[in-house]
Antibody
């Protein structure tokens, strides 16, 4: 079965960086885009960006311009999201999510979420 | 960017009720709208994709409709497990914005 397992919770100081991993199994890793979504405490879902694991071509929301990097390691079927220059309002649960199918842009399979706390 | 406006932001209902949540996109998005349910502390769950397609395993009391700019999610005969927060998302053009969410409670 399809599974996305994310790395554990992180605590960072303002200005630091965080890199979250999303280890996948149960499907052909290079055939499906991975989306990254975050949710601040008590807030709604915010789409951050997506990456195509085959071509490593990313797309991301403009607000994260210059701070967000999405990569992948196809040998271990793992996607990564790195956010730099962290601010307290980056405190959130971060999710990776796989497309429903190669031609469907909805997100069907989700990781369990990674809590990131940014605090001095 | 395409803005997505969801309403209402909260909704109170009872078991057995029928409820409708609406989602409006600021531009035409064909049927590239999807609906998710989120329980507290859990990852979102895909309910309806591409406007009106029920995801496998989702109860038939859920239905979606719409195209262009206006979309609805309808839940017939609410069950206790349906009390959650619901989000729509457009994936017609990046950034793939979510609506603000609708919290459905008893």
């Amino acid at each position: 079965q399809v599974q996305l397992v994310q790395s554990g919770a992180e605590v960072r100081m303002p200005g630091a960086s965080v890199k979250i991993s999303c280890k996948t199994s149960g499907y052909t890793f290079t055939s499906y885009d991975i989306n990254w979504v975050r949710q601040a405490p008590g807030q709604g879902l915010e789409w951050m960006g997506w990456t195509n694991p085959n071509s490593n071509t990313p797309g991301f929301a403009q607000k994260f311009q210059g701070r967000l990097t999405m990569t992948r390691d196809t040998s271990i079927r793992t996607a990564y999201m790195e956010l730099t220059d962290l601010r307290p309002d980056d405190t959130a649960v971060y999710y990776c999510a796989r497309r429903r199918s190669p031609d469907s842009s909805s997100s069907l399979f989700w990781g369990q979420g990674t809590q990131v706390i940014v605090s001095s | 960017d395409i803005q997505v406006t969801q309403s209402p932001s909260s909704l109170s209902a009872s078991v057995g009720d029928r409820v409708t949540i609406t989602c409006r996109a600021s531009q035409r998005v064909n049927t590239y709208v999807h609906w998710y349910q989120q329980q507290p502390g859990k990852a979102p769950r895909l309910l309806v994709y591409a406007g009106s397609n029920l995801e496998s395993g989702v109860p038939s009391r859920f239905s979606g409709s719409g195209s262009g700019t206006d979309f609805t999610l309808t839940i017939n005969s609410l069950q206790p497990e349906d009390f959650a927060t619901y989000y729509c998302q457009q994936t017609y053009r990046a950034p793939f914005a979510f609506g603000q969410g609708t919290k459905l409670d008893i």
